[in-house]
């Protein structure tokens, strides 16, 4: 056997090996950006229903304190009816939630808060009840309206949202930069 023969042969087999390893990185780093990609689009979306969830139960807190206050002017059960839809939907809105925030801890607490300021102004609800039942609609009323805890809420709600809106800005970003790495390369 030919001593350059041989080492050449040697040469082509490192040659190919090295071109196999190259492609197989390739392939195996095009994978992990792609896997990436879908990980921050599937958190992007979750910060959109993030959003679209806060801006609904921000919706209902107005709607909560509207119906509530026709229902302690007026006695009528429609709005009494109201009140109860719009409870339903702020414990589905924060569900929802804490739904989506299994993995996040700083969406965790904020979503506890926001639950907590919601049981609050639910509690208030209720007392504006009890008290116009004892003491009349005016005082209710009255009471509905020094109330800060549907303000204080619909503020933990904004922040809630913020945090979210931010995250997605950034989530987006990376979204981005993956995506033109993926197209530099691929």
């Known amino acids: 056997m030919d001593l350059t023969f041989a080492e050449d042969s040697r040469i082509v087999r490192i040659a190919s090996l090295l071109t196999a390893v190259v492609i197989c990185l390739i392939i195996c780093f095009h994978l992990v950006l792609n896997r990436a990609l879908n990980t921050v689009s599937n958190s992007v979306t979750g910060g959109l229903i993030v959003v679209e969830n806060v801006d609904s139960i921000v919706d209902n807190l107005d709607r909560l304190n509207n119906n509530q206050r026709a ?101 987006v970003r990376t979204q981005r930069k993956i995506g033109a790495i993926l197209k530099v390369l691929f």
Do not use: C, W
């Open 71 to 171: 229902y302690l002017s007026t006695g009528d059960d429609q709005y009494s009816e109201e009140v109860a839809e719009s409870v339903i939907a702020l414990s589905s809105d924060l569900e929802g939630l804490k739904q989506i925030s299994v993995k996040g801890k700083p969406l965790q607490a904020r979503i506890a808060e926001l639950s907590h300021q919601i049981d609050v102004v639910l509690g208030s609800m209720q007392k504006t009840y009890e008290i116009q039942k004892t003491a009349g609609s005016a005082v209710a009323i009255a009471l509905l309206d020094n109330d800060d805890s549907i303000l204080d809420a619909k503020m933990d709600a904004l922040a809630l949202k913020k945090l979210a809106t931010d995250g997605m800005f950034d989530r």
